[in-house]
């Protein structure tokens, strides 16, 4: 059974910085791209940061660029989210998740971390 865990989560002040990490395991743990998601209340879950598990390509959504960084270690299986100059409007569930193709939806979820930002 594959699962992914997060950490990291935390209460910050405005400008200050957290860093999550998303473990995967399971004997059938397989994905080619891993991405951190994020959630605050009555909205949708969206995309903030993606990497590719082979190239390690990144992609970043457009209000945390500059301020974010996405990375990973494969020896580990594990993906982590660098957040600097953290905002208040970062504030949120962030979700870890993994899809086994690029062009599918993703497969495998977290459980979530709580990120607030205060101001």
């Known amino acids: 059974q594959v699962q992914l865990v997060e950490s990291g989560g935390g209460l910050v002040q405005a400008g200050g910085s957290l860093r999550l990490s998303c473990v995967a395991s399971?004997?059938?743990?397989?994905?080619?791209?891993m991405g951190w998601f994020r959630q605050s209340p009555g909205k949708n879950r969206f995309l903030v940061a993606s990497?590719?598990?082979?190239?390690?390509?990144?992609n970043y959504l457009d209000s945390v660029k500059g301020r974010f960084v996405i990375s990973k270690d494969n020896a580990k299986n594990t993906v982590y989210l660098q957040m600097d100059s953290l905002k208040p409007e970062d504030t949120a569930i962030y979700y870890c998740?993994?899809?086994?193709?690029?062009?599918?939806?993703?497969?495998?979820w977290g459980q979530g971390t709580q990120v607030t930002v205060s101001s």
């Open positions: 998740g993994a899809r086994r193709r690029l062009l599918g939806v993703y497969d495998y």
């Open positions: 399971g004997r059938s743990f397989s994905a080619e791209q």
């Open positions: 990497i590719t598990w082979t190239d390690g390509r990144t």
